[in-house]
């Protein structure tokens, strides 16, 4: 399989705790986006890089969360202490240029209990 | 105005029907836009892509009108493996140069019922 995965697929974890979330791109794909999405509501952006430079972040993106790309390949996306209000699904998609078409992965579910 | 906003839905709909979502923007510099299809519990997956006046691919046709700002996605003879939620896409530029990130409506479902 060629295209964006993402691991764990699945985590449930309890306040307080931190986790991290992989993403692998598309092999040769410049561009990575973090995106979340929650129940009945589109995925909202929240960070991208571009190679291994993160150059924006949205204001969702509270100092509680960091992510990382540092080889220019696969990412991380870390939540520390988190809050039941981080439930959600946590997107990954990357794309060849700025404005190529956006591939994303099957995301990670977490639940924060 | 919000930046995207869709059709509320659901949408159940008969086999065979034709059905239509509309989608409006805020932003009129907005230049591309995007139908993408997300099955439940599932990651979106792009359906159409809008570059001008619209686009057209076999039973899906994507319409835009750039004075009213609106996005429109037709649907013609419903499958039932068309139900999903159809979400429209608007992309926008960040604060950084090359800055690219997509705005997403929060979607419509569509049942389509045999």
């Known amino acids: 399989d060629t295209g964006v995965s993402q691991d764990p697929r699945h985590k449930i974890t309890k306040r307080g705790q931190n986790v991290t979330f992989r993403c692998d791109p598309i092999s040769e794909h410049n561009r990575l986006y973090w995106y979340r999405q929650t129940l009945g509501q589109g995925p909202e952006f929240l960070t991208y890089?571009?190679?291994?430079?993160?150059?924006?972040k949205s204001r969702l993106l509270s100092d509680r969360f960091s992510a990382e790309r540092p080889k220019g390949s696969f990412s991380t996306l870390e939540i520390q202490r988190t809050e039941q209000g981080d439930s959600a699904m946590y997107l990954c998609?990357?794309?060849?240029?700025?404005?190529?078409?956006?591939?994303f992965g099957p995301g990670t579910r977490l639940t924060v209990l | 105005r919000k930046e995207v906003e869709q059709d509320p839905g659901p949408f159940n709909v008969p086999e065979g029907a034709t059905v239509a979502f509309n989608c409006t923007y805020s932003n009129s510099a907005s230049q591309s836009f995007f139908w993408y299809r997300q099955d439940c519990r599932k990651e979106p997956k792009l359906l159409m892509s809008?570059?001008?006046s619209g686009n057209e691919d076999g039973r899906f046709t994507a319409q835009l009108n750039r004075a009213s700002q609106y996005i429109s996605l037709l649907i013609r003879d419903s499958k039932l493996s068309d139900s999903a939620t159809y979400l429209c896409?608007?992309?926008?530029?960040?604060?950084?140069?090359?800055?690219?990130?997509?705005?997403f409506g929060k979607g419509t479902k569509l049942s389509v019922i045999p």
């Open positions: 809008v570059y001008s």
């Open positions: 896409v608007v992309p926008r530029s960040g604060s950084g140069a090359g800055s690219y990130q997509l705005t």
């Open positions: 890089f571009q190679n291994e430079a993160q150059l924006e």
């Open positions: 998609a990357s794309s060849l240029g700025p404005t190529d078409t956006q591939y």
